[in-house]
């Protein structure tokens, strides 16, 4: 398996940020509890857990399986992932959260295109 790059950072005003807040977000968005995410992802709840606790990084793959659970592309996810980054370092992530969510489960059903354009104008307004 092959990992997903360290989307970490830290500086000197910011939080350190990695994708396991943006998953945990999703994942309460979408009212998934923590032991049914972890049964979909066929992994354990400590390991769902340390992925969200930002202690692990989750693979290529396991992000391949968020997205399908989902519904979405993997660049979608990882684009929000960036997006959420940015937002932070801002100190308007929460804002972007809701937002996007929000606009997410609107156009779930307009296909993934437009999800992709929509990611993409949020990222260009940060």
Request: glycine share 4%; charged share 30%.
């Amino acid at each position: 398996m092959r990992n997903l790059p360290n989307l970490s950072f830290i500086g000197h005003e910011r939080k350190s940020f990695m994708i396991g807040d943006v998953l945990k977000r999703i994942r309460l968005i979408y009212g998934y509890k923590a032991s049914e995410m972890s049964s979909l992802l066929g992994i354990s709840n400590s390991y769902l857990s340390e992925i969200e606790n930002n202690k692990k990084q989750p693979s290529l793959d396991l992000l391949n399986s968020y997205a399908k659970i989902y519904g979405i592309k993997l660049s979608s996810l990882i684009l929000l992932a960036e997006s959420f980054e940015e937002a932070s370092s801002h100190n308007k992530a929460q804002e972007l959260v809701k937002k996007t969510m929000l606009r997410l489960i609107d156009l779930m059903s307009k296909g993934e295109e437009k999800l992709d354009e929509l990611l993409e104008d949020d990222d260009k307004k940060i």
